[in-house]
């Protein structure tokens, strides 16, 4: 069975950091680029970042440039998304994605950032 | 960046009643749109693909068209269970979102 696990969220304060794992199994995880997409409490989606299946091509929307870093571990079937210098309106549902598009998500971590 | 724009922001349908959503890019992104579904406390589904194939799971009373700039996803005949929110998104350039259409019960 295919699946995505997200980890790491929690409640933090503004300018603090987090960092956010997504665990893969049931596929070929190398074969694939992943992806970190974000929705506010009630709110739309909004795609975070990307990263190609070798590393070779990163990307992320322009907020959040500077502040996260995502990253891959082919070996532990692993993507991570380091979250730098927080700020309040990066409080959301994070969500790990496969492919281009997305073709299969996880079930998202909750990250708030709050005083 | 690309821009998706979605209309209208709601659409209130009643049961067996055709669903029209629009998704309009603010460039060209020739096929490169998909179509997500998403419940309340549920991850997105994708729905579509390539701005017209569907992904596996849906019926066929959903399909997409358009390229360019223009696309339409289309319920032929809308069931309970198709409630939800729906979302394009371009992939010809990273990845972009539109706000989403949020199809209620008339």
């Known amino acids: 069975e295919e699946q995505l696990v997200e980890s790491g969220g929690g409640l933090v304060q503004p300018g603090g950091s987090l960092r956010l794992s997504c665990a893969a199994s049931g596929f070929i995880f190398d074969d694939y680029a992943m992806h970190w997409v974000r929705q506010a409490p009630g709110k739309g989606l909004e795609w975070v970042s990307a990263i190609t299946w070798n590393s070779g091509s990163i990307g992320y929307v322009d907020s959040v440039k500077g502040r996260f870093t995502i990253s891959r571990d082919n070996a532990k079937n692993s993507v991570y998304l380091q979250m730098n210098s927080l700020r309040v309106e990066d409080t959301a549902f994070y969500y790990c994605?496969?492919?281009?598009?997305?073709?299969?998500w996880g079930q998202g971590t909750l990250v708030t950032v709050s005083s | 960046e690309i821009v998706m724009t979605q209309s209208p922001a709601t659409l209130s349908v009643s049961p067996g009643e055709r669903a029209t959503l629009s998704c309009r890019a603010s460039?060209?992104?020739?096929?490169?749109l998909a179509w997500y579904q998403q419940k309340p406390g549920q991850a997105p589904r994708l729905l579509i693909f390539?701005?017209?194939t569907r992904a596996t799971g849906f019926p066929a009373r959903f399909s997409g068209s358009g390229s360019g700039t223009e696309f339409t996803l289309t319920i032929s005949s809308l069931q309970s269970e198709d409630f939800a929110v729906y979302y394009c998104?371009?992939?010809?350039?990273?990845?972009?979102f539109g706000g989403g259409t949020k199809v209620e019960s008339k």
């Open positions: 390539a701005a017209s």
């Open positions: 994605a496969r492919g281009w598009p997305a073709d299969f």
């Open positions: 998104q371009q992939y010809y350039e990273w990845l972009t």
């Open positions: 460039q060209s992104i020739g096929s490169d």
